[in-house]
């Protein structure tokens, strides 16, 4: 019998496998059908302060738009009360979660502005998420704020919110670091509990059509667990204490693999999940059972870090780029 | 200064909210039918009862929408008979339509209730304001009437109403005065459960249920009976009539006891020696109780009688009230009853006096505040010196110079009524939340302190940029001032550019405040200032003060709502309550007001009212004089020159200074008129590139104002024109030479953006930039009005040079509907003036009450225009409900002038020639050039038909008055989805059943618009509307089905977003074709909560997602014809992904995600069906029937049919 178990933020996981935040994780219904499918955990969608914001403000202008401005009309809606707008909607979804499920849920917070974030994180806490996972997404295209600034802020808002909040804290971070193994440990040492490698951005594309630039949400596709794998790997030794999640090109059990060998606590997924639903979560259960039965591994716990770049037989291709001899070893195909 | 202490509960509310809190609580079943100024009524019980609100007996009422007011009536009259407590709400054309079922609910004894904000009725013109014409129309109907005369008697009298019905079993119609009343917010004593408790007597309630239709104790009612016994049984019901005064005077007698406010069913006030009288009924006795005391303070004998019930009469309380002493009585008649010895209640008093036998007192009559016209006490004094004179008029008006009839009483300029009151008037546009802002902080002042306080508001009749005037009053006694400030002790005004507009202080008194948001420093707006307005604060000596506001609410992010920006400001420097407690209590009313809308719309608010304070500064008048120019005090620039004289006193707000010898007899009033209306409210406007533009016409074809024009020249026009007058090269082959101009009125546009956002050109260099581009209006405006004024020379094309059916070729012809009043960016208004520049010229509209009756033909001016020639659409609005029928009507008069004029002509062929009469009968007048040569044979014919004498002559006058008629007209038949899909469906479909050629244009914005949001049966599935409020339950009725199953209607369905050249052709082939047409259009609205200046991108996104499929249904005598034809593409698009970019959509999504799911789905799943069924329908061959014995008949009702082939 394969010993799946796991810890993730400090949380006991029956498995590995843990739906990240996305479309899949918007209602109760499809977060049900994770837990059923094996999901050992679920990561919310993330809460992000100017999508609320916009939305509050963009209904509250809806509402008044033409209010009271001609002798017929004074007002062009009934009143409503929005009982589900921004994070009264995830702390709903948060009460339902956890009144009809067992395993663990986590939420996820992205702001702008640290009192926002932290206010929003505590009341996501306090309304019953087992841990808060901080989305640091943002695209700094600020010339006059420095790399350190911008650390810096995220280190005193984890300061904050550790003083304030219970739960366990992850920190969700972006591949764009010039120091990432620096930063990382700044951030455990600031009190978190957990990182997660890597967000991904949603990137423009330009419509050759309409000559629009349009954000896209592309999927991620198998190739894209590299970079997480690279970092987890070099992460691992560093930081043995701290929670390690993979995120970014999970779509199989065997990709599951190799997130854990490397060291990782657990696999994040949600392309896979949007591409082919939630049953994927049992389909890469039974792979990942299947290599570990054949590689006559019976934990999870037994092969976590196992390949990290302290316990792999050759650590070098962490440490360098390896670009020309990559690069050399790459045949050209016969495109003349 | 804060309340202190318990009494009865308070609440600051207007008159329709404190007669629906009464009759919600006393009702099982409301039924209703939106309309102005009763719509809130009905609104507030839907919201109550949406919310689980319940009735004195615990259950929450059942609020039903219905078609019209006569459906409403009738169910309010069969759920009356099942023996429930049933009410409705009222006004205006709504009562008239009530009027049948009311004579028969009374006829049977069955009590109900209709409250009703009394609206004067369609005459020579719609009116949405105040009288009780409405209600006089509807004294014969045997219904108990209540006269309430303020907000507080509007709460008491809906709780006496509901009581008396049940006691005396005659239904009663409890009104008060539409606006003055129903919208006059006030503070008053609320009544509690137990009040109405005390007075409705279970023992009535359980006695009107029994009576109920019952098979279990089976009745028949409604029977027909015959002259032997018609008469008796319809005396036998006297009793219950003598009956109802007492009644109601005991039931006044108990709610007096319980809330010490005493009520009389006649009440006389004044000198007990008073001998000069006035009676009135209705919201103006506060105005003329004011008058009384004064004049008596002064030792003059005048006296008031009060009417609180109107019907049945009481003669005898009015006699035994009215002082021994009064020789001169004066009744008030809000109303008119052209061709009567004199208005009802005068005719009232006459009979009762002289039945009484007080012959002795001379009676009078006066009729004023027709409309909402103004009731003031120095109008009263003036009548008091009238009923005094040797011989008093016996038919006097009040109000107005009536330089005709010369009937009006002059009033008395000198007169004062004292106040004690703090006085506050606010200037505000529409868009900028100032009335809203003011009704909070009339709440706020009337539920937070012991101050009484009284909100009016006042608009004018347009949609974009309409002007708002809030008149505020707070004071130690309670305000009967039912009449507008005339002298404030406070005055704002929130935007900067009214100083131009309008003589903002003329309202203030010597040492008023003066609070101004100007985009100027206090020390640097002085300089800025029109010259009468530094002239007015210096005589007045005002402490003037200055905000930034727009900054203020662009640094918090709150964009152009300045409301919360400006009241702290208010409160600050007005000290109707210490400032400290003013500004919590204002934070705390935020907090209340915004906190279902998120944290960060608190945050704004809150932010907005730190910030406002900062921003405050008081401006040090300079001491010299300067820069006043006493010959131009006031700039205004809202009239252009040339103007007809009465658009021109209209249009600068004259309009009450008009004398009757002013105003057309008839109602008829010339068109053309908007183009004098200037309004320069655009911030920004668009600017053309010629560079870059490829001559397509969409910015011109979507603009809803015609505020972009396109025109092609020769030229040689050219010549002279204005330095910075743009043209280039007439793109394409098909004008070759000519040069083409796209040119922005910049007086008339509102800087929607509609025009810019559909403009397909860009730059090679910079893809934002566009062939047309937004700009700040103030660096552009003055130089385009030169521009605009060249182009407007510019001759028009011949219009037989360009394609109608491109849209290229559409927008070079003349628009004929121009610069309404409809909301920026209005869905609606670019298909009307499409359809003008189509057929303006030979157009007649039949247009049903709505937004289009509104923006098309309210005062001061009309979009509707004429082109060189003076032709142009010829429009009229009739009523709501009965807007096809007119319009058909229309059409029968025009087939038979025309069969006339040519059954004259064929008799005159001797006399004026064959061959001239042959041209004219046999002209197929398809194209313009053919009705071109046919005006010019007209013309000719007219001028053989001058030349005609002898016996001819009179044979000839007759022809040459139809002469006309030989020219084709068409007939367009218009009006919003509230008439064509539920009041005005049946005549829709008896018209549309007629065969007869008229066509009809459905101006879809799948809500009623006009009144304010309500759901009408166009409203889509998942969609919120009042009525609605969970998201509508039921699909959108297919309205095109029910005209396309008659099989000989073209039918189409257009989206100018979707498809702009689909729309041209179906309108023009719904012209074309010789039967009944119908254009069904998809308009985007405000209503819809979307971006307005995206209203075509969601136009094209509902196509896209297969929720308004395209097509036309083109009925066709041909064998093998497939007459539907699909103009759009399969859906591309989830409906989910259109719908949740749409408020209307997305705040169900955020009130309730399931059931928002749930209705999505369904949504969803309405749309694929539908999408599959017309594409079979796409398929299905279908010929007109015809006689000549070769036609396969095809079942009549395919559209059961499916594919059936």
């Known amino acids: 019998m394969i010993d799946l178990a796991t810890t993730y933020l400090g949380l006991s996981l029956r498995s590995p496998i843990v739906a990240s935040a996305s479309p899949m994780t918007n209602s109760l219904e499809r977060l049900q059908a994770l837990e059923h499918a094996g999901a050992g955990a679920v990561v919310l969608p993330s809460l992000f302060e100017e999508e609320v914001n916009r939305e509050a403000l963009r209904l509250s202008a809806d509402l008044d738009a033409g209010s009271d401005s001609f002798p017929e009309v004074g007002s062009f809606f009934p009143p409503m009360e929005f009982e589900h707008l921004g994070p009264l909607s995830h702390l709903k979804l948060i009460t339902a979660a956890k009144a009809h499920m067992t395993i663990p849920v986590i939420a996820s917070v992205n702001g702008t502005t640290a009192g926002w974030w932290l206010r929003n994180a505590e009341l996501l806490a306090i309304g019953g998420a087992d841990a808060i996972e901080l989305n640091l997404y943002s695209v700094q295209a600020n010339p006059e704020r420095t790399a350190t600034a911008v650390e810096e802020k995220y280190l005193r808002l984890v300061d904050d919110l550790r003083f304030r909040v219970g739960v366990p804290i992850a920190v969700k971070l972006s591949p764009y670091l010039s120091s990432t193994a620096n930063f990382a440990r700044r951030l455990v040492d600031s009190g978190v509990d957990g990182l997660v490698l890597f967000n991904r951005f949603y990137q423009p594309d330009i419509n050759l059509d309409t000559l629009d630039v349009e954000n896209r949400v592309d999927l991620s596709t198998p190739e894209d667990i590299k970079l997480p794998l690279r970092w987890i790997g070099l992460l691992r030794p560093l930081l043995p204490r701290t929670s390690l999640a993979l995120t970014s090109g999970v779509h199989s059990g065997l990709d599951v693999a190799k997130a854990v060998l490397v060291g990782a606590d657990v696999a994040m997924m949600a ?4 591409r082919r639903g939630a049953g994927q979560v049992a389909l890469a259960e039974a792979e990942l059972v299947a290599w570990m039965t054949t590689r006559g591994y019976h934990s999870v716990a037994q092969m976590r870090g196992s390949m990290s770049s302290h316990t792999a037989r050759d650590a070098r291709p962490y440490e360098r780029a390896q670009y020309i001899r990559t690069l050399a070893s790459y045949h050209v195909g016969n495109h003349s | 200064m804060l309340v202190a202490g318990r009494g009865p509960a308070i609440a600051t509310i207007d008159g329709n909210e404190a007669a629906a809190r009464v009759a919600h609580a006393l009702s ?48 309010l009259h069969g759920a009356a008979m099942k023996g429930t407590l049933a009410t409705t709400f009222t006004a205006s054309q709504g009562l008239l339509l009530m009027l049948p079922n009311m004579f028969k609910i009374a006829g049977e004894l069955t009590p109900a209730v209709v409250h009703v904000a009394a609206r004067a009725l369609a005459t020579h013109a719609l009116s949405i304001f105040g009288d009780h014409s409405d209600v006089m129309a509807a004294r014969s109907t045997g219904w108990t009437m209540l006269a309430a005369s303020s907000v507080q008697e509007a709460h008491d009298f809906a709780l006496i109403a509901h009581a008396a019905a049940l006691r005396t079993r005659v239904p009663v119609l409890h009104f008060f005065d539409g606006f003055r009343t129903s919208h006059e917010v006030d503070k008053i004593e609320l009544l509690d459960d137990e009040d109405l408790r005390a007075l409705i007597r279970e023992e009535d309630v359980v006695a009107h249920r029994m009576r109920g239709l019952s098979p279990d104790h089976p009745v028949l009612r409604g029977s027909a009976q015959n002259p032997d016994v018609f008469f008796q049984a319809r005396e036998a019901a006297n009793p219950f009539y003598e009956a109802v005064p007492a009644a109601v005077q005991a039931l006044m007698d108990e709610l007096g006891a319980r809330t010490g406010r005493a009520y009389g069913l006649v009440e006389y006030e004044g000198a007990a020696d008073a001998e000069r009288v006035v009676v009135l009924m209705g919201s103006g006795v506060g105005a003329a109780q004011e008058t009384i005391e004064e004049m008596n303070r002064y030792g003059e004998k005048v006296g008031l009688l009060k009417i609180r019930l109107y019907r049945p009469f009481p003669a005898a309380e009015l006699t035994r009230l009215l002082p021994s002493t009064a020789t001169r009585v004066c009744v008030l008649d809000r109303t008119k009853e052209p061709g009567a010895v004199g208005d009802p209640l005068y005719l009232d008093v006459v009979a009762a006096l002289n039945e009484s036998g007080r012959r002795e007192v001379l009676v009078t009559a006066a009729r004023y505040g027709l409309g909402s016209k103004e009731f003031t006490p120095r109008m009263l004094k003036g009548l008091f010196d009238e009923m005094r004179s040797a011989a008093p008029r016996r038919h ?7 330089d005709v009839s010369h009937t009006h009483v002059t009033p008395d300029d000198t007169f004062e009524v004292p106040t004690k009151a703090v006085q506050a008037v606010f200037y505000g546009l529409g868009s900028d939340g100032t009335v809203g ?16 306080a009284q909100g009016y508001f006042v608009y004018d009749s347009r949609k974009s940029g309409s002007v708002t005037v809030s008149h505020l009053r707070f004071g130690p006694e309670p305000i009967r001032s039912t009449y507008l400030i005339s002298a404030a002790d406070f005055v704002a005004c929130h935007q900067f550019a009214q100083l131009r507009t309008a003589p903002i202080l003329d309202v203030a008194r010597h040492g008023a405040t003066f609070l101004l948001n100007a985009p100027y420093a206090a020390d640097e707006v002085w300089a800025h200032l029109p010259a009468l307005v530094q002239h007015q604060i210096r005589a007045k000596e005002l402490d003037f003060w200055v905000i930034n506001a727009n900054h203020v609410a662009r640094e918090v992010g709150l964009g152009g709502r300045i409301n919360t920006v400006m009241q702290p400001c208010f409160f600050a420097l007005s000290n109707v309550i210490p400032r400290d407690e003013a500004l919590a209590a204002l934070k705390g009313s935020i907090e209340h007001s915004y906190g279902n809308r998120g944290p960060a719309v608190v945050e704004r608010n809150l932010a907005a009212i730190d910030r406002a304070l900062d921003a405050l500064a008081r401006v040090v008048v300079p001491a010299e004089e300067d820069t006043v120019n006493d010959g131009a005090l006031l700039e205004l620039v809202g009239v252009g020159a040339g103007a007809p004289a009465l658009t021109r006193e209209l249009v600068a707000a004259h309009g009450e200074r008009l004398p009757v010898s002013a105003l057309p007899v008839d109602g008829a009033f010339p068109t053309g008129t908007s183009r004098w209306e200037k309004r320069a409210i655009g911030t920004e406007l668009p600017i053309w590139d010629p560079s870059i533009c490829i001559d397509c016409g969409k910015c011109a074809i979507v603009c809803p104002h015609a505020a972009i024009r396109m025109k092609a020249f020769d030229p040689i026009a050219l010549t002279d024109a204005p330095a910075g007058f743009q043209s280039k090269d007439c ?38 930039h566009k062939a047309i581009n937004l700009a700040d209006a103030l660096d552009h405006r003055d130089a385009e009005r030169p521009n605009w004024e060249f182009f407007e020379k510019i001759p028009e094309l011949d219009r037989s040079l360009v394609r109608h059916d491109t849209v290229k070729g559409s927008q070079l012809l003349q628009p004929l509907f121009e610069f309404s009043g409809a909301c920026a960016g209005c869905g609606e208004t670019p298909y009307l003036k499409l359809l003008s520049q189509l057929f303006g010229d030979r157009m007649v509209v039949a247009n049903a009450t709505g937004c289009s009756s509104i923006y098309g033909g309210n005062l001061p001016t009309t979009p509707w225009a004429q082109d060189a020639a003076g032709r142009g659409p010829a429009w009229a609005n009739s009523l709501f409900e009965d807007n096809a029928e007119f319009g058909l009507g229309l059409r029968l008069a025009s087939e038979q002038q025309s069969a006339e004029a040519r059954r004259l002509l064929d008799e005159m062929r001797p006399h004026i020639g064959d061959e001239i009469v042959s041209a004219l009968m046999q002209s197929d007048q398809a194209g313009d050039a053919e009705i071109a040569a046919q005006r010019e044979r007209v013309a000719t014919l007219k001028y053989l038909l001058a030349g005609l004498n002898g016996p001819q002559a009179a044979q000839a006058r007759r022809l040459a008055s139809l002469a006309d008629e030989l020219v084709e007209k068409t007939f367009w038949i218009v009006g919003g989805d509230g008439w064509a899909y539920d009041i005005g469906f049946g005549g829709l479909d008896h018209v549309l059943g007629s065969g007869r050629n008229v066509n009809v244009l459905v101006l879809d914005t799948e809500v009623y618009s006009n009144t304010g949001g309500q759901a009408s049966k166009a409203t889509p599935r998942g969609a919120v509307a009042k009525f609605a409020a969970s998201g509508k339950e039921t699909a959108k009725k297919d309205l095109g089905a029910f005209a396309r199953s008659y099989g000989n209607v073209y039918v189409a369905q257009v989206a100018l977003g979707g498809n702009e050249m689909q729309t041209v052709r179906a309108l023009l082939e719904a012209a074309a074709w010789p039967g009944p047409s119908l254009v069904i259009a998809y308009s985007t609205c405000i209503a819809h909560g979307i971006e307005m200046s995206t209203s075509m991108t969601h136009q094209k996104d509902a196509v896209g997602s297969g929720y308004w499929p395209l097509y036309r249904y083109h009925p066709s005598p041909e064998e093998g014809a497939h007459p539907f034809q699909l103009d759009s593409k399969a859906p591309t698009t989830a409906f989910s992904d259109f719908a949740l970019a749409e408020s209307r959509f997305s705040m169900l999504a955020r009130s309730d995600p399931e059931r928002s799911r749930h209705l999505l789905a369904m949504a969803q799943s309405d749309i694929t069906q539908r999408w599959r069924y017309y594409e079979q329908l796409a398929h299905v061959e279908r010929a007109l029937p015809h006689d000549d014995g070769t036609s396969v008949e095809l079942p009549a009702d395919d559209e059961d049919q499916g594919g059936a082939s």
């Open chain 2, 731 to 768: 793109a394409g082959r098909d004008l070759p030479g000519l040069k083409l101009t796209v040119q922005v009125a910049p007086d008339d546009c509102t800087g929607c953006g509609l025009c810019v956002e559909i403009c397909p050109a860009h730059s090679k260099e910079a893809v934002n």
């Open chain 2, 396 to 402: 006097v008006t009040v109000g107005i110079v009536d």
């Open chain 2, 437 to 452: 802002a003011n009704k909070a902080g009339i709440k706020l002042i009337g539920e937070l302190t012991n101050l009484y």
């Open chain 2, 28 to 75: 099982e079943i409301v039924v209703l039918y939106p309309i102005t100024p009763a719509s809130p009524m009905g609104e507030f019980c839907d919201d109550w009862s949406g919310a689980g609100r319940r009735n004195i007996w615990g259950a929450v009422p059942d609020v039903v929408e219905m078609q019209s007011e006569a459906g409403a009536a009738g169910a």
């Open chain 1, 271 to 274: 392309s896979a999940l949007l």
